[in-house]
């Protein structure tokens, strides 16, 4: 099995182009990072059921691509799971999986494409971060979530590697609108030497 988008994914520098590449990905996403040992969607989804253990409280999964991150999510216990992605090709595999009660579009240029407060929890797993979704992402979402919401997301050694990512997190802590509930450091795709660093955080 090729690698090629695996490995040219940190290199993309527009949302056009990060689209564009996913559109190609989505047949064969899968199966690629699944060769490598794909750990964080299961490492997210455990520790976001860790803080909230409800079973029908709806959760927005964010950049949900091909559902990878769904099915991580109904396996740790979550029932009531919307996806939104802006690459209809990966849609269409996340709707095969048949575990997500609604799936949407947005255009990715759309600055703000979430209802504010729909959701208590918002997960982004694997999608903010080099070659995926800029740190303002992470403004996007915290601002989405209600008082008391949480967000539970990844960060991999590339987007770890980029303090502008970094930054965005620290400061909603440092200010105090964000409080960290849980932060482990552990494997993102074994089968290329990758880690991530997994995160809770609840909204203040």
Known sequence: MSDKYLKDVYGLETPEATRAHYQKWA????????????????????ALWSKMPEPQTPVL????????????????GFQVIDGIDPTLKMLEE????????????????????????????????GVIGTGAAPPETFDLLMNALPKDGLLAFSFNDHTLNDPSYTSRLND???MGAARLLFKEYGPHLPGMDLKSDVYVVEKT
């Open 172 to 174: 909603w802590l440092d």
């Open 61 to 76: 999964d964010y950049g949900c691509g091909t559902g990878l991150s769904g099915m991580a999510l109904h396996a740790a």
């Open 94 to 125: 996340a709707k095969a999986k048949g575990i997500y009660r609604n799936l949407t579009t947005f255009e990715i240029t759309n600055p703000d494409p979430l209802e504010q407060g729909a959701y208590k929890a918002i997960t982004a797993i």
């Open 27 to 46: 047949s064969s996403y899968d199966a690629e990072v699944g060769s490598h040992g794909y750990a964080t969607p299961g490492r997210v989804a455990e």
